[in-house]
């Protein structure tokens, strides 16, 4: 795929363009996954940005698990908390993380996809825990052949129009059987992604298992034990709101199990590293614009709050049908950025 064929946009109809609006020589899209995937794969996201020299910086949120391919990128160096991956493998599998993401990167394009815990059961043997907050090579956990015919496709299609379209079939043809626990994996995704209890007890009791069977399930499907997993998504779910409503650190809009803003800014030192007032004030362009990207697409704002009984998905097509009849320019040029 060539840089200047990335314009950015969607697969949706009726988005308005102006959500993809990015500094001149970057570009964003995202795209919904077909019908038949909408509950294993959040979404797919291609990011580009022509910067070379020094390198440009961004930071991310904790986040779901996803796998990242790089095409005609510069080195990119990614960090994790005190974890740093340099040089960042052309195809990784991001693991769930609960820590906030900073990356380097020096011009090209990043495509990706986030997978659901339903997606985990379905695409890996291993524990999701066993990848918490790491980044590995792609073709360790999903082999080289699948590895390489993704890389293959990706790097030859003509722009980023057919990224959903290569995915979907590559993707559908990878999955495996329904998990004996999908049922509850479900019903766990769906607590996390609304507003509802921050205590185990009552989500064992939603789900009727007992606790020690919920921590297993949440530990192997989604990567950490459960009450992590609520601390983070109540986190987020007040820190984006805080970041959408123009950056200010207005303290009534965070949830209302918080105990205060100490409460609140305690979790900021956990999942953020820092206080939210400097997460805001920190160069990141592709988050900002992901933020009102992703929901306009996909229903949510990021892929930890991501709800897969409301988030809409498309019909699978292939690439020639599913062509736009317009192709959008959203940047002011064309070339290329990772992750």
């Known amino acids: 795929m060539k840089t200047d064929r990335i314009a950015g946009g969607t697969n949706t109809a009726g988005v308005d363009d102006a959500v993809f609006a990015m500094p001149a020589g970057m570009a964003i899209r995202y795209d919904r996954p077909a019908a038949a995937l909408a509950d294993y794969i959040t979404g797919y996201h291609v990011y580009r940005s022509d910067t070379g020299g020094e390198g440009q910086v961004d930071w991310f949120l904790p986040a779901t698990a996803n796998v990242r391919i790089a095409i005609d990128a510069g080195p990119i160096a990614v960090s994790i908390g005190r974890r740093t991956y340099d040089p960042?493998?052309?195809a990784s599998l991001f693991g769930p993380t609960n820590q906030a993401l900073k990356a380097v990167t020096h011009g090209g394009v990043m495509i990706g996809f986030g997978i659901s815990a339903l997606g985990w059961a379905r695409l890996f043997r291993r524990s999701a825990a066993d990848f918490r907050n790491r980044i590995v090579p792609l073709e360790d956990v999903l082999g080289k052949a699948f590895?390489?015919?993704?890389?293959?496709?990706?790097?030859?299609?003509?722009?980023?129009a057919a990224v959903a379209p290569i995915l979907d079939a590559l993707l559908l043809a990878r999955l495996g059987r329904s998990h004996a626990d999908a049922p509850q994996i479900r019903q766990l995704m769906e607590i996390l992604a609304t507003d509802g209890p921050t205590d185990i007890t009552s989500v064992a009791a939603q789900l009727e298992m007992p606790t020690h069977a919920l921590r297993r399930l949440a530990v192997r499907h989604f990567g950490f034990p459960p009450k992590m997993l609520l601390l983070r998504a109540r986190f987020l779910r007040s820190f984006v709101r805080l970041m959408t409503d123009g950056g200010g650190a207005d303290y009534t809009r965070i949830d209302r199990s918080y105990f205060d803003a100490s409460h609140f800014l305690r979790d900021s030192a956990t999942f953020l590293g820092m206080t939210p007032r400097r997460f805001m004030a920190l160069t990141k362009p592709f988050l900002d614009a992901s933020l009102r990207a992703r929901n306009a697409v996909l229903g949510s704002p990021t892929q930890v709050l991501h709800d897969i009984e409301t988030a809409p998905a498309r019909d699978a097509q292939p690439y020639d049908?599913?062509?736009?009849?317009?192709?959008?320019?959203i940047s002011q040029d064309g070339?290329?950025?990772g992750c």
């Open 88 to 90: 960042l493998p052309s």
């Open 147 to 160: 590895t390489r015919d993704v890389v293959a496709a990706l790097q030859g299609a003509p722009d980023d």
């Open 321 to 329: 049908s599913a062509r736009p009849t317009h192709h959008r320019v």
């Open 335 to 337: 070339s290329a950025i």
